[in-house]
C-alpha cells in the first residue's frame, strides 16, 4: 500500500522546533493509525462528541479525529495565536515556507489531519488532503473547492448519476464540517487552555461559514482568466 509523507517544522521565536511527520495512504488519502498508546480522557467519543456524529462509542471508543490530533496539542501551550511561528511544509512534489500567526499555521496543519482522520464528516475535503496547499488565501480555497466539488460530479454523472454543475448542495456539505469544527473547538477548550490550538479550529470554522456564502462571487473575480476556455469551441 503506498503512501504519501507530508512533514510540517514549527520554529518558534526562541529558535525551539516542533516537527510533525503525516502519513497517508496514496489512494485514499486516510492517514495512518496515530501512535497512541495510551489516548488522553478529551480524545473519548462521548466527550463533547459532535452534533449528528455517526459513530457510538460501544464500537468507537475514541473520535479519529480527536485522536489523530492528540500529538499536536502538546507543546504549543506558551504560544499566543498571534505569535509569529516559520512553519516548513514538506512533501514530495515541493517545500513551502511560511512566517505567519502561529493560529494560521496550526489551522493549516489541523485542517489537513481532520481531513484524512478517519472522521466522515470531514472526509469530503481528502482529495483536497491528498493535493495539500499549506496556507492557501481564500481565492485559491474557493477555487481548489469548486474544482473538487465539480471533479466529483464528473465522476458522478460518468457513472449514469445526476451532476450538480451549479454547486447547489456544496452548503450542505460544509454545514458537516462545520458541525465538526464547533464540535471539536467544544472538544479541545473543554481539555486545554491553549490559546492558538482553539483558535485555529475557530479559524477553520470561519473559513468553513465563509467559502459557501462567498464561493459564487469569488469565482465570478477569477472569470475573465477562463475567456480561452470559455471561447473555445
Not at 468507537?60 to 516548513?88: E, M, R, W
Request: charged share 20%.
Amino acid at each position: 500500500m503506498s503512501k504519501v509523507a507530508l512533514t510540517y517544522r514549527f520554529t518558534f521565536p526562541d529558535s525551539q522546533e516542533r516537527v510533525f511527520e503525516l502519513e497517508m495512504d496514496r489512494d485514499t488519502a486516510e492517514l495512518s493509525p496515530p501512535h497512541v498508546t495510551q489516548p488522553p480522557a478529551w480524545t473519548a467519543l462521548g466527550f463533547n462528541q459532535c452534533t449528528g456524529c455517526p459513530f457510538n462509542a460501544a464500537e468507537t471508543p475514541h473520535c479519529p479525529a480527536a485522536l489523530q490530533l492528540a500529538g499536536v496539542i502538546d507543546g504549543f501551550s506558551d504560544i499566543v495565536s498571534y505569535d509569529k511561528v516559520k512553519v516548513t511544509v514538506e512533501s514530495e512534489e515541493r517545500q513551502v515556507v511560511a512566517t505567519l500567526a502561529a493560529q494560521q499555521a496550526l489551522a493549516s496543519l489541523m485542517g489537513l489531519i481532520m481531513a484524512s482522520s478517519g472522521c466522515p464528516r470531514t472526509a469530503v475535503f481528502r482529495p483536497m488532503a491528498r493535493f495539500h496547499l499549506p496556507f492557501s488565501s481564500e481565492s485559491e480555497t474557493a477555487y481548489r473547492v469548486a474544482s473538487m466539488y465539480l471533479l466529483a460530479q464528473h465522476y458522478l454523472a460518468r457513472e449514469g448519476g445526476s451532476a450538480d454543475l451549479a454547486l447547489d448542495d456544496l452548503e450542505r456539505v460544509y454545514r458537516g464540517v462545520h458541525s465538526v469544527n464547533r464540535g471539536m473547538a467544544t472538544r479541545l477548550r473543554a481539555a486545554s487552555r491553549q490559546d492558538a490550538i482553539v483558535n485555529a479550529v475557530v479559524l477553520l470554522d470561519v473559513f468553513s461559514s465563509l467559502v459557501p456564502a462567498a464561493i459564487h462571487d469569488i469565482l465570478d473575480e477569477i472569470k475573465p482568466a477562463f475567456a480561452a476556455l470559455l471561447a473555445a469551441k
